[in-house]
Nanobody, 126 residues
Framework: QVQLVESGGGLVQAGGSLRLSCVASRRTFSTYGMAWFRQAPGKEREFVAAITSNGDSTAYEDLVKGRFTISRDNARNSVYLQMNSLKPEDTAVYYC???????????????????WGPGTQVTVSS
């Protein structure tokens, strides 16, 4: 079992930036593919970005391409989401997730992730 804990959320004005962090409880973090998802009120959880276990490949949802960057530091058991040029429609609870079985993949499907953090709220005001 792996515990994931997100941090870095908050309230920001449109056009601003935030950096989310997610720390994993186990050193096996380096063997997991990692991703960020988000869920706005009344909507389904949606894919934001993913990164392979060694960081050599990333994937992004179209609406965040060019604004968000996913990265990881396996020495710190951490994955990050740098969010720039934030928009009110980015408002959501952001979750990090770990894929135990496909470290080479950057899946956008929630059911392919085995571990989830409790989430961190991001609110972007207009």
């Amino acid at each position: 079992q792996v515990q994931l804990v997100e941090s870095g959320g908050g309230l920001v004005q449109a056009g601003g930036s935030l950096r989310l962090s997610c720390v994993a409880s186990r050193r096996t973090f380096s063997t997991y593919g990692m991703a960020w998802f988000r869920q706005a009120p009344g909507k389904e959880r949606e894919f934001v970005a993913a990164i392979t276990s060694n960081g050599d490949s990333t994937a992004y949802e179209d609406l965040v391409k060019g604004r968000f960057t996913i990265s990881r530091d396996n020495a710190r058991n951490s994955v990050y989401l740098q969010m720039n040029s934030l928009k009110p429609e980015d408002t959501a609870v952001y979750y990090c997730a770990a894929d135990r079985d496909r470290p080479w993949a950057t899946s956008s499907f929630t059911n392919e992730y085995d571990y989830w953090g409790p989430g961190t709220q991001v609110t972007v005001s207009s």
